[in-house]
């Protein structure tokens, strides 16, 4: 049963994700999180941080992991080819009749109106990220992450990757913090 809902589920999120990889993230944390119950907010913010980082599409980054952490070799290939059997099957049926439909304005218009709703998504994506960062890190920290990712992004044209893995990075080097309790501990074993 758990091969087949493994199966559903990316499947699923694949066939429902218009427009690539990003559309496809929202729909995956719903299957992976609320729907199938496989991971909390955290762990999946962590997998979707470093697939992120790695190259390739993200859905079947996503999909392979998330896939093995469930079922093992076998759970990971079928994630996979569930993640890429709705794109092979589309672009065979939907792009040799789209090609001659392609001028057609309704067409146009399904096209451009897939892309607010893409937006969508993952504002609340977003939104639901925030919220459980929000234990570990307090509110002018995320907008500053916020406002300077934004500038290192779209401004200076720096790869989120990179970004991803300096702040991975800046999170492995930074000194532990002891607490206040620790430090009077450690003062009356030393006196």
Not at 111 to 133: A, C, D, R
């Amino acid at each position: 049963m758990k091969q087949k809902d493994i199966f559903v589920a990316f499947f699923r999120s694949s066939i429902l994700g218009y427009g690539g990889g990003p559309s496809t993230i929202p729909l995956i944390y719903k299957e992976v999180v609320e729907t199938f119950k496989w991971m909390k907010d955290e762990e999946f913010s962590d997998v979707l941080a470093i697939g992120n980082m790695l190259p390739g599409p993200i859905n079947t980054k996503l999909a392979g992991y998330i896939g093995y952490r469930i079922g093992g070799i076998v759970g990971m290939i079928n994630a996979v080819l569930a993640t890429i059997l709705p794109t092979i099957i589309l672009m065979i049926l939907l792009l040799t009749t789209l090609t001659s439909f392609k001028d057609i304005k309704w067409v146009n218009g399904m096209k451009e109106s897939i892309v607010p709703v893409v937006g969508v998504m993952l504002g609340v994506l977003t939104w639901q990220f925030y919220k459980s960062s929000k234990n570990g890190l307090k509110t002018p920290t995320i907008l500053i992450h916020l406002i300077v990712g934004l500038i290192l992004i779209q401004f200076l044209h720096i790869h989120p990757g990179i970004i991803i893995a300096c702040l991975l990075l800046f999170a492995v080097f930074q000194p532990v913090k002891t607490t206040s309790s620790n430090s009077k501990t450690e003062k009356g074993e030393a006196t």
